[in-house]
């Protein structure tokens, strides 16, 4: 998330610092040049969106809304902020479902029991994956289990174990999005038979994410793995945009012109400074997907889960200045404006926030 480079798994802990924060904690693992982020940081905006999205989705589908999640580009193709996802999809759905109980709150206090258990790397280090408990949390607010009742504990503690049981027999390497699916499927059979809560058990999407995978996709060892998602993907020209705040005009001068060099370094064909209150944001472009874009509900790019223009609006507000990259190349300039955020940061601009443009409509529409 800093450089992008492979990551290290440390055989022993090491004392290291946070990239973003700065705070000094013993982990696992860090990039070959020292590069290292703290739980805190690496799942701050995904959770933030994934706990967002289980609270405002309207779907009784877990599996629809899991895969809503996933599609939000911020998030790392491996991490902790599956386990969020499969414990928000579930309990979402339960919400859905009108289950008595569920609520916002009920959803609020799943993520923050999970946040105890679901740490970065330790899947490997100590054999159990954050989605396990995740899962086993969700159980638990439903039953109201907690130490020294009865049928409640068992029923949250057989509903973890099948998760576990489940993801095992997928690992070789692990994926995250793997286990999300399988987990899913476990729980809703274990709702339907240990307490008698029906939810819909929509077809599970073909994965289009084995491109991404760090450690190499399991492939057709994988349920899920569809190989058109190998072929490769097209381009078209699209821009992004990333937003600064700085009051010191000569100082963001010269830091604008090395952030404008390393966007061409990154990838970009283009690139130069904008004002932000030169950027219109109307209405239209949210009906246009509203009424007729296929993509709409599909993803975390587009509406209801995109922001509004009055909230994109209001956020341009809080920014001066903004890069606009261009390339022909999408899926790099993506890459690049991501790794492009997290050097402005480094540089002290901590409010930096990338913003990806994507096309309207269907594969080589504009």
Same mark, same amino acid.
């Given at each position: 998330?800093?450089c992008?480079?492979?990551?290290?798994?440390?055989?022993?802990?090491?004392?290291?610092?946070?990239a973003?924060c700065?705070?000094?904690e013993?982990?696992?693992?860090?990039c070959?040049?020292?590069h290292?982020?703290?739980?805190?940081?690496?799942n701050?905006d995904?959770?933030r969106?994934?706990?967002?999205?289980?609270? $405002?989705a309207?779907?009784?589908?877990?599996?629809g809304?899991s895969?809503?999640?996933?599609?939000?580009?911020?998030l790392?193709?491996?991490?902790?902020q599956h386990a969020?996802?499969?414990?928000g999809?579930l309990m979402?759905?339960l919400?859905?479902?009108? +289950?008595?109980g569920?609520?916002k709150?009920a959803?609020k206090?799943?993520? $923050?029991?999970t946040?105890?258990?679901?740490h970065?790397?330790?899947?490997?280090?100590?054999?159990?994956c954050g989605?396990a408990?995740?899962?086993?949390a969700?159980?638990?607010?439903l039953?109201?289990s907690?130490?020294?009742?009865?049928?409640?504990?068992k029923?949250?503690?057989e509903?973890? +174990?099948r998760?576990?049981?489940a993801?095992?027999?997928?690992?070789?390497?692990?994926?995250?999005?793997?286990?999300?699916?399988t987990?899913?499927?476990?729980?809703?059979?274990?709702?339907?038979?240990?307490?008698g809560?029906?939810?819909p058990k929509?077809?599970? $999407?073909a994965?289009?994410?084995?491109p991404?995978?760090?450690h190499g996709?399991?492939t057709s060892r994988?349920?899920?793995?569809?190989?058109?998602?190998?072929?490769?993907?097209?381009?078209?020209?699209?821009g992004e945009a990333i937003?600064f705040?700085e009051?010191?005009?000569?100082?963001?001068?010269?830091?604008?012109?090395a952030?404008?060099?390393?966007?061409?370094?990154?990838g970009a064909?283009?690139?130069?400074v904008?004002? +932000?209150d030169?950027?219109?944001?109307?209405?239209?472009?949210?009906?246009?997907?509203?009424?007729g874009?296929?993509?709409h509900?599909k993803?975390?790019y587009?509406p209801?889960?995109?922001?509004?223009?009055?909230?994109t609006? /209001?956020?341009l /507000?809080?920014? $001066?200045?903004?890069?606009?990259m261009n390339s022909?190349?999408?899926k790099?300039?993506?890459?690049?404006a991501g790794?492009?955020?997290g050097e402005?940061?480094?540089?002290?601009?901590y /409010?930096?926030?990338?913003?990806t443009?994507?096309?309207?409509?269907?594969?080589?529409?504009t």
């Amino acid at each position: 998330m800093v450089c992008s480079a492979p990551l290290m798994y440390l055989d022993q802990a090491e004392d290291l610092t946070c990239a973003y924060c700065r705070k000094v904690e013993s982990g696992h693992i860090k990039c070959p040049h020292g590069h290292y982020i703290c739980d805190v940081c690496h799942n701050r905006d995904a959770v933030r969106i994934i706990e967002d999205v289980a609270i $405002s989705a309207q779907s009784k589908d877990p599996f629809g809304i899991s895969e809503l999640m996933m599609s939000y580009p911020g998030l790392p193709m491996l991490g902790c902020q599956h386990a969020y996802i499969a414990g928000g999809a579930l309990m979402a759905a339960l919400k859905n479902k009108g +289950t008595e109980g569920i609520g916002k709150e009920a959803i609020k206090e799943v993520f $923050s029991r999970t946040e105890r258990q679901a740490h970065g790397g330790y899947c490997g280090l100590t054999g159990v994956c954050g989605i396990a408990p995740a899962i086993g949390a969700c159980f638990a607010v439903l039953t109201g289990s907690k130490c020294g009742k009865d049928e409640e504990q068992k029923i949250t503690m057989e509903a973890a +174990t099948r998760v576990a049981g489940a993801i095992t027999s997928l690992t070789g390497p692990s994926c995250c999005k793997a286990y999300v699916r399988t987990s899913l499927d476990v729980a809703v059979n274990y709702l339907k038979e240990g307490l008698g809560i029906e939810l819909p058990k929509g077809e599970t $999407s073909a994965c289009k994410y084995s491109p991404k995978h760090p450690h190499g996709c399991r492939t057709s060892r994988c349920p899920y793995f569809d190989g058109s998602a190998l072929a490769e993907e097209h381009d078209s020209d699209v821009g992004e945009a990333i937003l600064f705040s700085e009051k010191d005009g000569k100082t963001m001068e010269h830091k604008m012109e090395a952030l404008i060099k390393r966007a061409l370094e990154l990838g970009a064909e283009k690139a130069k400074v904008i004002d +932000t209150d030169t950027v219109s944001v109307n209405e239209w472009v949210r009906w246009k997907c509203l009424y007729g874009c296929p993509f709409h509900g599909k993803d975390a790019y587009h509406p209801p889960c995109a922001p509004d223009a009055e909230s994109t609006q /209001k956020v341009l /507000k809080e920014y $001066s200045k903004a890069i606009l990259m261009n390339s022909s190349k999408g899926k790099a300039l993506t890459e690049a404006a991501g790794r492009l955020e997290g050097e402005a940061y480094q540089l002290g601009y901590y /409010k930096a926030f990338a913003l990806t443009a994507i096309t309207s409509g269907l594969a080589g529409a504009t």
